[in-house]
């Protein structure tokens, strides 16, 4: 039976090559102070950060920075910004990168709401929804978590190796800039990961649910993770390719984004035990999303499985209508394994990145939290284990 | 190029079969006094009106009544619920039912909020957006307009023969409960023309469009498309099939919302050529629609509209992917006719309907207001004339 689910995704998005010149009066919308979040400078170089700090002063906005916020955000830069924000009185934080930039800036807009808390640590480990938040807006570099309309994000603690997920109305960006060109810069390597975080997305919280998706859903799902399909490629080898650009971009959103999961069960086996490679090793997480999931699949195929992993082989990779279900699961897994693989051209192996099986057990254990990751097939710690092993 | 564009819809829907119990709630947010506005009476007598009024009752909201709102809803009816909205000091306006009731229940909401105009036609001769509205809420008994998620609405002056549209961001709902088992009691006439309705904002607004859409719109648009296809002869056949309606009540409110037409060049020159029909014969806007759209596709089919209405045809109705795009487009508009006349059963000439030619001349002239429709094939006055004729 089809689960009830409630929808609303407030999130304003200007979407193309001329919207910039509108950062000015969203912001005024919201207060004459602002915290602008970035990460490495990339944006300095490229000279989008020359643009935005032209338009806020156009604007008569007082900015801040936090600055070197980290691919996965530490707790601690978190702390930092919200302890800025409250020292300075800011009305709005303006993230300006993908979604390391958007989920540390949403720590820091529900820190600074959350009645004298200083550590988002403490927030996530409260397990409590941020219902307030200081308002986000975001200037999108990057094509891949989805984290501009969504209202969740993932903040790692380096000193305890542990990556969780935090979040809630409070913190959806309010407005989301999003320019295809903006991404122009990003190298070849880094879209491939992101192209195949958003197809994670699709794979990990919805498409292989075991709860009834809505088949219009499912349809759709099919075309976002057609569209990576056809253009993360296209990108990866001619980075200005606005056609491409534009489709990553617009699929990013979507696929993490409550059109697409409500109603499905949600269950992120894989970017748990991704979440532990990253925690561990700092490892960028579309890669290891793309090392774990064609494993994921082939560990779980079995005839309850088969049908779906099938359905999807037909629909995305044209996988033959004449073979049997399992058949067809098997050849959409190596369709999938080649176009990670060779199309995008990302390493194969957990061994290509330096990582070996001496954490596989530790790892595991806290993926399942001791107990038992439910999903389509639920996975208990020796079976995460196996998964690992089969991603050496 | 594809276009820039800006993308908000904040509306929030609780989709499912146990979701009435926080319409109290919701109105409450809002205040204590609202209009409940609604067609011919079908919700008394299967027993939505009265689960309404007992959620209504029980969050201590005082009740105003609406009724008798025509299938297209005249500007004296929303005339009449202004002043009832006025003369009460009401907060927040329930439209029960599909498009009709809804787009009436905008007028109102907007008109209450136009700084003293008395009357719905002044402001839609004037153009004026409307900025400002009483709160909407909504809730669903026939999937067909999309006006639940949407910001536009569509009013008639039969006195003057005229229908045509008003809307801005005050007037979008702003909750809206959707809930499948609600539209059990659509009879299949009415379910078959709701479901036309559905695939005509698509064609009209969306797919066939002269701006370059871009591709993963496209795809989903199809998968919209194809999620009709599949579930409408269901409903048609099987009134009280949950997972058909619940798809097709889904679908409806994505095809005409701004995911799915922001960046297309939202012609609707079918809507004007049907708005004619409607204002002039009162009949169901959706078999309306359904009986123009495969006479306006072969009337526009030409090298360079071939290629569009080709893929169409091959990823909606498995056209033959060996045929030149010539062929496969008439092979399109065959199967979208037998689609329409055969599976749906819905009459396929205006002859059918009562409608000859005698009038075709004057609403011609009025569809493209004297000068030419612009679309992916600009239509003047001869040619909607044409067009019309095709139809009889």
Redesign the interface.
């Given at each position: 039976?089809?689960?009830?689910?409630?929808?609303?995704?407030?999130?304003?998005?200007?979407?193309?090559?001329?919207?910039l010149q509108h950062l000015g009066e969203e912001v005024s919308n919201f207060g004459k102070k602002v915290l602008l979040v970035y990460g490495g400078g990339s944006i300095k170089r490229n000279g989008l950060y020359d643009r935005i700090m032209e338009q806020l002063k156009a604007s008569g906005i007082e900015v801040f920075e936090l600055s070197g916020v980290e691919p996965n955000p530490r707790h601690t830069t978190v702390n930092k910004g919200a302890e800025i924000c409250r020292k300075e009185g800011i009305d709005a934080i303006i993230a300006v990168g993908g979604g390391s930039t958007i989920d540390c800036s949403k720590g820091i807009s529900g820190l600074v709401m959350s009645d004298g808390k200083n550590d988002i640590w403490e927030l996530i480990e409260s397990g409590t929804p941020l219902m307030k938040g200081l308002p986000i807006l975001v200037v999108l570099t990057m094509a891949a978590t989805g984290s501009e309309m969504d209202a969740g994000a993932v903040i790692s603690n380096m000193e305890i190796n542990q990556k969780h997920a935090i979040g809630g109305p409070g913190v959806r960006p309010r407005v989301a800039f999003e320019d295809p060109t903006n991404t122009f810069t990003v190298p070849a390597y880094q879209t491939a990961c992101g192209s195949f975080d958003i197809m994670s997305h699709i794979f990990d919280v919805e498409y292989f649910s075991k709860a009834d998706t809505?088949?219009?859903?499912k349809?759709?799902q099919?075309?976002?993770l057609?569209?990576v399909i056809?253009?993360a490629p296209v990108a990866v080898k001619e980075p200005d390719n606005?056609?491409a650009r534009?489709?990553l971009m617009?699929?990013s959103s979507?696929a993490l984004n409550d059109?697409l999961y409500?109603?499905c069960s949600q269950d992120t086996v894989c970017h748990e035990m991704e979440h532990e490679l990253s925690a561990h090793y700092d490892i960028t997480h579309g890669h290891g999303l793309a090392i774990i999931i064609p494993r994921w699949l082939e560990y779980i195929l079995d005839d309850s499985t088969a049908a779906d992993i099938a359905r999807f082989g037909r629909r995305c990779f044209g996988v033959d209508d004449q073979l049997s279900d399992m058949d067809a699961a098997k050849a959409a897994i190596e369709a999938l394994s080649d176009f990670c693989f060779n199309k995008l051209g990302l390493k194969s192996n957990l061994s290509d990145l330096g990582i070996d099986a001496s954490k596989f057990d530790i790892m595991a254990e806290s993926a399942c939290r001791g107990g038992v990751l439910n999903s389509i097939k639920p996975l208990n710690k020796q079976d995460i284990v196996e998964i690992y092993k089969m991603c050496l």
């Open positions: 039976m089809i689960e009830d689910f409630i929808f609303q995704n407030t999130t304003k998005v200007y979407f193309g090559k001329n919207q809505m088949d219009m859903l349809r759709i099919e075309e976002v057609n569209t056809k253009y606005y056609e534009a489709n617009w699929a979507w059109f409500d109603g």
